[in-house]
Nanobody, 127 residues
């Protein structure tokens, strides 16, 4: 299993970024994907989750209305569109896969529910 997050960078408050997660080495269509970020003092925090069939999508309260998760099963990609970025969104962002197919992690933001993690991509929001 390989996951590679990309698309991070430096952006001003109020700006936008689109993160991508490229997946390989497993049957992508059968797995939900989560996005997490590493927050100093808080550990790894769940940002969003999308189920294998797009039927269940969840967001952390802190990003609702600003972030949008989506997936393209044909390309084996998951995206996180981040708008209206705030200083507190600054963090490395990771995509992750649960250890079982057709399984929605419960809770979706539970770090222990995910078996595979990609390398992160750094998002820096600064003026």
């Amino acid at each position: 299993v390989q996951l590679q997050a990309s698309g991070g960078g430096l952006v001003q408050p109020g700006g936008s970024l689109r993160l991508s997660c490229a997946a390989s080495g497993f049957t992508f269509d059968d797995y939900g994907i989560g996005w997490f970020r590493q927050v100093p003092g808080k550990g790894r925090e769940g940002v969003s989750y999308i189920s294998s069939d797009n039927g269940r999508i969840y967001y952390a309260d802190s990003v609702k209305g600003r972030f949008t998760i989506s997936r393209d099963n044909a390309k084996k990609m998951v995206y996180l569109q981040m708008n209206s970025l705030k200083l507190e969104d600054t963090a490395p962002y990771y995509c992750a896969v649960p250890g079982r197919r057709w399984y929605d992690p419960n809770p979706w933001r539970g770090v222990a529910e995910y078996a595979y993690w990609g390398r992160g991509t750094l998002v820096t929001v600064s003026s």
